[in-house]
């Protein structure tokens, strides 16, 4: 069982940065891939960016490559995403989630495969 507990999120004007996390407990002596997660109104959730905090590597979606950053604390207990350049179009319910694995890859970005999540937080871009 993993625990995840998000923090971050908030309402920002456009062109501006927010810093979401994502503290893992529980099991979590093996290593996780950990999502990012975002859902609109009225769009599909989609896969933001993934890392491996085994061996921090990181996968992005094309659309968001370049603005967004996914990264790992030493203990590999926390991950954050940091998001830059934020546009309105940006606004959404963002989630975290993680399965395990044993491997060093990168890890998928889709949902199916991520078997614990977080709360979910709000972001907010105003124009």
């Known amino acids: 069982q993993v625990h995840l507990v998000e923090s971050g999120g908030g309402s920002v004007q456009a062109g501006g940065s927010l810093r979401l996390s994502c503290a893992a407990s529980?099991?979590?002596?093996?290593?996780?891939?950990v999502g990012w997660f975002r859902r609109a109104p009225g769009k599909e959730r989609e896969g933001v960016a993934t890392?491996?905090?085994?061996?921090?590597?990181?996968y992005y979606a094309d659309s968001l490559k370049g603005r967004f950053t996914a990264s790992r604390d030493s203990a590999g207990n926390t991950v954050y995403l940091q998001m830059n350049s934020l546009e309105p179009e940006d606004t959404a319910m963002y989630y975290c989630?993680?399965?395990?694995?044993?491997?060093?890859?990168?890890?998928?970005?889709?949902?199916?495969?991520?078997?614990?999540w977080g709360q979910g937080t709000q972001v907010t871009v105003s124009s």
């Open positions: 989630a993680a399965f395990r694995v044993a491997d060093f890859g990168v890890c998928t970005a889709r949902s199916q495969a991520y078997d614990y």
């Open positions: 890392i491996n905090t085994g061996s921090g590597n990181t």
């Open positions: 529980g099991n979590t002596n093996t290593r996780l891939c």
